[in-house]
């Protein structure tokens, strides 16, 4: 085998000859000494592109980027319309009551209100009475006799006294206004005995029995206070020994001592 010559310049790549028949495997010869780098070629007119090749595989993700800029405001858009009620919900729950308030403070005072007119005159009241009068007996020498049943005692003395009340008689005393009169008296009786008032009226006179008062045993006064009530004018009263009873009435002289005793009536008109 003969030496490598000098490579040639690249000439154009030409068309491509039929594949020949494939020849026997020679023996390989030495390698030959490497010759100098030949000059660069003239670049090839391109062929065809080739097809697509398959996808390559994912690459990793990149760095995240940095924030956009913040972008305009938009207008407002344009004001709905109202929607219509919707219907009332059915009551809640009825709450728990509150605490109570504090009291307030206390109002001012109102303005004093108008008189009221005057009221009717009530009727007139009774003037009361002045009208009173004693009568009284002294024994001795008054009252000699014994008092029968049924006959008055005398008090033949006039004591102090206002007003219209007087005597008739030793016996008898003149109530000249219809009204009530206090009565009292007081006479010293020896016997056990008994006292009562009797009213004379329109002619007429009636013994009272609620002023009735006696004494069943000594010596003591036979004593009595009523009120008696008039309803015809110029009545008269007397105190007498009931006509009812069994015993005419000793008027016990020098009653318990040597002065003479007294015996008296007392008439005070009350209304």
Do not use: C, W
């Not at 008689?169 to 009562?196: D, K, N, Q």
């Amino acid at each position: 085998m003969g030496l490598n010559g000098a490579t040639g310049a690249t000439g154009f790549e030409g068309l491509p000859g039929p594949t020949g028949a494939t020849g026997s495997i020679g023996i390989n010869g030495a390698p030959g000494a490497t010759g100098p780098t030949g000059a660069t070629g003239a670049t090839g007119i391109g062929g065809p592109t080739g097809s697509t090749g398959p996808a390559g595989a994912t690459g990793s993700a990149g760095p995240i980027g940095l924030p956009g800029l913040a972008g305009f405001e938009g207008q407002a858009g344009p004001k709905g319309q109202t929607g219509a009620a919707g219907s009332t919900g059915p009551a809640g729950p009825k709450g728990e009551p509150g605490a109570a308030g504090a009291t307030g403070a206390a109002g001012a005072a109102g303005t004093t209100g108008a008189i009221g007119a005057t009221g009717a005159a009530g009727p007139e009241g009774s003037s009361g009475s002045e009208a009173y009068a004693e009568f009284y007996a002294l024994m001795p020498p008054d009252n000699s006799a014994t008092v029968a049943i049924g006959a008055p005692v005398e008090f033949p003395r006039n004591g102090p006294a206002m007003g219209a009340i007087t005597r008739l008689s030793p016996v008898a005393f003149l109530l000249p206004s219809i009204g009530t009169y206090s009565v009292s008296f007081s006479v010293s009786v020896t016997e056990p005995g008994e006292l009562v008032i009797a009213l004379g009226s329109g002619g007429v006179t009636a013994e009272l029995p609620y002023t009735v008062y006696g004494r069943a045993t000594g010596t003591s006064q036979i004593s009595g206070d009523a009120l008696v009530t008039t309803t015809v004018a110029n009545s008269t009263i007397e105190i007498r020994n009931p006509k009812e009873n069994t015993t005419a009435l000793t008027i016990t002289p020098l009653a318990g001592g040597t002065q003479p005793a007294a015996a008296s009536i007392v008439i005070q008109q009350l209304v």
